[in-house]
């Protein structure tokens, strides 16, 4: 189960002013499922309107209902191997999003786990938070305890010409348990959780539902 205070203290540091996100790429694919465009840009250098527009679309996975919406998986030690899923996943986080190559691997695994008729959109937002300490009384001391590192991935129709509208699924990895970095869990994200995204999930999880 996901704690949503955890949640919650994410969210707050996802603002232009703070700017926890340091990198954004992305994917735009057409009706075929062909890649037609990318980009892979430093977060910190977008206009002030740009970062507030790419937050609110991020914050549409750890903001959504806790547990609904948003919910947490178990990653199996199967899909943790060798050219796994997951082994992409951690080498994304780690180089912050600065590996176009990776990034090329993991849109076309996205894109064959997520059939669509129309035009859509694949983004990944790097992120990094410094943890503070916290007190029993839940006062922050300024000191970091720990560094989680993430990414949010956003996955949905265009709403325009190069412009993602809400976003059908998402992820945040790895997931934020108990205010600390849980490589072995992921929170996955559906914008309607009576319309499961299938392939997605089995992707991600291993499961077929």
Do not use: W
């Not at 892979?40 to 996975?61: C, E, M, P, T, Y």
């Not at 994304?92 to 990776?102: G, I, Q, S, T």
């Not at 839940?138 to 325009?160: A, H, K, M, W």
């Amino acid at each position: 189960m996901i704690n949503r205070e955890d949640m919650l203290e994410l969210t707050r540091r996802m603002t232009p002013e703070r700017a926890c996100f340091t990198r954004l790429a992305g994917a735009y694919v057409t009706e075929e499922g062909e890649i037609e465009d990318t980009f892979n840009i430093n977060f910190l250098k977008l206009d002030g309107s740009q970062k507030a527009k790419n937050i609110r679309l991020a914050k549409k996975v750890p903001f959504s209902r806790t547990n609904d919406q948003l919910k947490e998986y178990t990653i199996p030690a199967s899909m943790k191997g060798r050219d796994s899923i997951f082994q992409l996943l951690t080498a994304m986080v780690e180089c912050r999003l600065k590996n176009d190559a990776l990034l090329d691997v993991f849109y076309e695994q996205m894109i064959d786990a997520y059939p669509s008729d129309s035009p859509s959109a694949i983004f990944v937002f790097s992120g990094t938070y410094d943890v503070p300490l916290r007190r029993a009384d839940r006062e922050y001391f300024e000191e970091s305890e720990e560094v989680y590192d993430f990414i949010i991935c956003t996955i949905g129709p265009l709403s325009g010409e190069y412009e993602p509208g809400n976003p059908e699924f998402g992820f945040l990895y790895p997931a934020f348990r108990f205010r600390s970095a849980d490589a072995d869990r992921i929170d996955i994200y559906h914008a309607d959780p009576g319309k499961i995204q299938e392939g997605l999930m089995y992707k991600l999880t291993g499961m077929r539902l």
